[in-house]
């Protein structure tokens, strides 16, 4: 049996690719929305290394990560609503919600999920800021054993 690659999968099977979700046929925008109050307060308060907003980390689908450190793949995803039946919460926004974290996850990505309750802890920014520390403490040291 021969295995083939996800992007030959999509070319040879397209309906069948489709219907799995490989294939993302919507028209989205590509153009990132206006960051929510809650991205705002998040901003206010990170004073960690710089952070990318709104980065799309899938290579085929738009998905995207609220904030992103690129070198160290760590993200963070602020979640609203979550007190009254928000997207993140209902059953069809959750499911796509964990799909979208497992694809991150998959693609070697650490993603920190936030509710507005963690934008009050220090603790939270202190716990991103060491991901970030130690991811990159660990690529550089990689990098070294490889040279």
Do not use: C
């Not at 040879?12 to 993302?24: H, S």
């Amino acid at each position: 049996m021969k295995h083939m690659t996800v992007p030959e999968f999509i070319r040879k099977y397209p309906k069948q690719a489709r219907e799995q979700g490989l294939i993302d046929d919507r028209k989205r925008s590509t153009v990132p929305s206006a960051p929510s109050k809650l991205e705002e307060r998040f901003e206010m308060r990170w004073h960690g290394p710089a952070l990318v907003k709104q980065h799309v980390f899938h290579p085929t689908r738009q998905w995207r990560l609220d904030f992103a450190h690129l070198a160290s793949k760590v993200g963070i995803e602020i979640h609203g609503g979550v007190w009254r039946s928000g997207r993140h919460t209902r059953g069809s926004g959750f499911v796509k919600d964990r799909q979208k974290m497992n694809a991150a996850i998959s693609l070697g990505w650490r993603v920190f999920e936030l509710t507005d309750k963690d934008l009050n802890k220090p603790e939270t920014f202190e716990m991103i800021e060491e991901a970030i520390r130690s991811a990159s403490i660990f690529t550089k040291h990689s990098q070294e054993n490889h040279a």
